[in-house]
């Protein structure tokens, strides 16, 4: 008697149960044609190819000495052959910056007569100093960024920085790509209300994606989640998102 008594009350449980979930997914489903029936929304995209107008180039050299003062007149020589290899190659002084110099002193290790180190000892000054080209030659610069050999046989150590590729009409391009974006997202809503039968309302809200400026060919894997912002190529594409939502009549 027990037995069954606690079979029918584990069976009522299951079947309250089932209801309850049934009453659930038909409201929530309820809820949510209810809500689709009202709404329309799309994702348009733009992007186009575009050239850099900008190149930056960074250039650093060192100079040591057992002294400051050989080493700064060792680095101060050094700039100079810097400036006329620049020159020679067309750089104007407004185009080429070189910053103040930074001083730093070189050490030496110091082992035992078993080989074992114990430490190490100043002996000497190293001074380094770089320095900025900005120009709109893109062609020139990246031949100088290239061939320092010329400074490397004079005994200039030399170390070139990949160039850095700039837009300067970047504000404009994005202006024209969100309203392109904006025409392809409100283009696809019409496809879709025509499709289905339905009727726009008024617009309800838009989004703006991130702006996306890669490499030229380099697909969405190069993409950012916070937008990525390509400086190591000549050749980049921008592109951007814009979501529109509207309401149905």
């Known amino acids: 008697m027990e037995q069954n008594k606690k079979?029918?009350?584990?069976?009522?449980?299951?079947?309250?149960?089932?209801?309850?979930?049934?009453?659930?997914?038909?409201?929530?489903?309820?809820?949510?044609?209810?809500?689709?029936t009202h709404l329309i929304s799309a994702t348009g995209s733009a992007s186009v190819d575009?050239?850099?107008?900008?190149?930056?180039?960074?250039?650093?050299?060192?100079?040591?000495?057992?002294?400051?003062?050989?080493?700064?007149?060792?680095i101060k020589s050094d700039a100079e052959r810097v400036k006329e290899y620049l020159t020679k190659a067309g750089i104007t002084d407004d185009e080429a910056v070189f910053n103040s110099v930074d001083i730093g002193?070189?050490?030496?290790?110091?082992?035992?007569?078993?080989?074992?180190?114990?430490?190490?000892?100043?002996?000497?000054?190293?001074?380094?100093?770089?320095?900025?080209?900005?120009?709109?030659?893109?062609?020139?610069?990246?031949?100088?960024?290239?061939?320092?050999?010329?400074?490397l046989d004079q005994g200039v150590e030399l170390t070139s920085d990949s160039p850095e590729y700039y837009y300067s009409g970047l504000e404009t391009l994005k202006l024209d790509l969100i309203d392109k974006a904006s025409l392809n997202s409100k283009e696809r809503i019409d496809i879709i209300a025509k499709n289905s039968g339905a009727k726009l309302g008024k617009l309800k809200n838009s989004s703006l994606g991130v702006f996306q400026i890669t490499a030229k060919n380099s697909g969405t894997s190069s993409y950012s989640y916070d937008g990525a912002f390509d400086t190591t190529s000549r050749y980049k594409t921008a592109t951007i998102t814009v979501k529109l939502e509207y309401d149905l009549k």
């Open 7 to 36: 079979g029918w009350l584990g069976a009522l449980i299951i079947g309250l149960s089932v209801v309850a979930s049934c009453v659930a997914l038909a409201f929530g489903l309820a809820n949510f044609r209810s809500e689709g």
């Open 50 to 74: 575009f050239e850099a107008d900008t190149i930056i180039w960074r250039g650093y050299f060192t100079a040591t000495d057992y002294t400051s003062r050989g080493a700064y007149s060792k």
């Open 105 to 151: 002193r070189t050490y030496r290790q110091i082992y035992d007569e078993n080989g074992d180190y114990v430490g190490s000892e100043e002996d000497g000054y190293e001074l380094t100093q770089s320095v900025i080209v900005t120009s709109s030659d893109l062609d020139k610069v990246e031949q100088i960024s290239r061939d320092i050999s010329s400074l």
